[in-house]
């Protein structure tokens, strides 16, 4: 089983090459390259970075990213988790969303988000069965290689007495 923890900026690199796998696939994002660390620092948010490491090498991470700027968004963010190929079906993605629900709500966010390609029929089981709950699907959301894609909108709100939903 992988341990779950804190992201340092010494795993980026495992965390890039994790990413560029799921770019690969063409259903996990719609972009076609990895960030930089810059880049990456910069979209996701301070807290709630974890990583997921078996037998000293990175197999998942998960980090969450603002949906807006203005304050009445800042308890909702969009998740983004990404398992290794080498690790896929064996319990990561669900531990490293557990987790990062965890610690989003202990940081008093009271929605999550995802948007996830219908092909990625993984990643929308986890998130559903991480209470996840599909609220529809943009059709033809955006083009990737000259074909349209569509994606899937998924929230979840926290049940955390405290935070104000």
Sequence with gaps: MAQIREFVEDDFEQVQSIYLQGIKTGNATFEKNVKSWPEWNEAMLKECRIVAERGGKLVGWAAMSSVS??????????????????????????????????????AGFWSLQAGIFPENKASLHIHKKCGFTVLGTKDRLGKMDGVWRDVTLLERRSQVEGIEV
């Design 69 to 106: 700027n203005r304050a009445v968004y800042a308890g909702v963010a969009e998740v983004s988790i990404y398992i290794s190929s080498s690790a896929k079906g064996m319990g990561v993605g669900t531990s490293l969303l557990l987790k990062l629900i965890e610690q989003s709500e202990i």
